[in-house]
Nanobody, 128 residues
Framework: QPQFVESGGGLVQPGESLRLSCATSGFTLAHHVMAWFRQAPGKEREGVSC????????NYVESVKERFTISRDNAQNTVYLQMNSLKPEDTAVYYCAARPAAPGLFKLCTFDEHYNYWGQGTQVTVSS
């Protein structure tokens, strides 16, 4: 059974940075598309970023483009989310998620796909 452990969350001021990590075990990371989602209090969960198996292609929600960068190290079984220029509206619990990569023609990951596996989340709070 896949297991994910997210870390790196915390309390920061607007404009500061955080780097989230998602350490995975119990499955072959290289065979899975990975994503970060977030859920703020009183709001629906939203996709933040996803990355294809090779790490060469990624997708971002419009609100984090140019500020967040997703990456992965398949050898270390870890996925990262570098978050720069953080804003109060980035405050949320951030979750790591995975789905098996689909065979066939390349199709960039999106957030409305079914992600099978989820972590427990890490809290990110941006406040002055």
């Amino acid at each position: 059974q896949p297991q994910f452990v997210e870390s790196g969350g915390g309390l920061v001021q607007p404009g500061e940075s955080l780097r989230l990590s998602c350490a995975t075990s119990g499955f072959t990371l290289a065979h899975h598309v990975m994503a970060w989602f977030r859920q703020a209090p009183g709001k629906e969960r939203e996709g933040v970023s996803c990355i294809m198996t090779s790490g060469r292609s990624a997708n971002y929600v419009e609100s984090v483009k140019e500020r967040f960068t997703i990456s992965r190290d398949n050898a270390q079984n870890t996925v990262y989310l570098q978050m720069n220029s953080l804003k109060p509206e980035d405050t949320a619990v951030y979750y790591c998620a995975a789905r098996p990569a689909a065979p066939g023609l390349f199709k960039l990951c999106t957030f409305d796909e079914h992600y099978n596996y989820w972590g427990q989340g890490t809290q990110v709070t941006v406040s002055s």
